[in-house]
Nanobody, 125 residues
Framework: VQVVESGGGLVQAGGSLRLSCTASGLTSDNYAMGWFRQAPGKEREGVSCINWSGGRANYADSVKGRFTISRDNDNNTLYLEMTNLKPEDTATYYC???????????????????WGQGTQVTVSS
């Protein structure tokens, strides 16, 4: 299984970015996916997750109303649309996948089996 993120970059505060993640090698379509981030000197935190069908999603309080997670199962791609970015959003963003056909997704990192290498997002003030 290979998970690859893309779309990070440098943006000014108030700007937008869209992250993408492709997951290849999974044996079925039933897997939950999530976005996590880790800033220097801080622990990895869950940003958002989405269930296998795309019908349910959860968000960290710090990004609610600004970030939107979505998925395209036909193309095995996960997205994170980030708007009104703030300097505190600066971090390495990771995509993760976990086999699941449940209604809900999980925001805990331990739930996920497959991880990408991360993409850097830097928001300047």
């Amino acid at each position: 299984v290979q998970v690859v993120e893309s779309g990070g970059g440098l943006v000014q505060a108030g700007g937008s970015l869209r992250l993408s993640c492709t997951a290849s090698g999974l044996t079925s379509d039933n897997y939950a996916m999530g976005w996590f981030r880790q800033a220097p000197g801080k622990e990895r935190e869950g940003v958002s997750c989405i269930n296998w069908s795309g019908g349910r999603a959860n968000y960290a309080d710090s990004v609610k109303g600004r970030f939107t997670i979505s998925r395209d199962n036909d193309n095995n791609t996960l997205y994170l649309e980030m708007t009104n970015l703030k300097p505190e959003d600066t971090a390495t963003y990771y995509c993760a996948a976990a086999p699941s056909n449940g209604l809900e997704c999980d925001s805990e990192a331990d739930y996920y089996d497959y991880w990408g290498q991360g993409t850097q997002v830097t928001v300047s003030s």
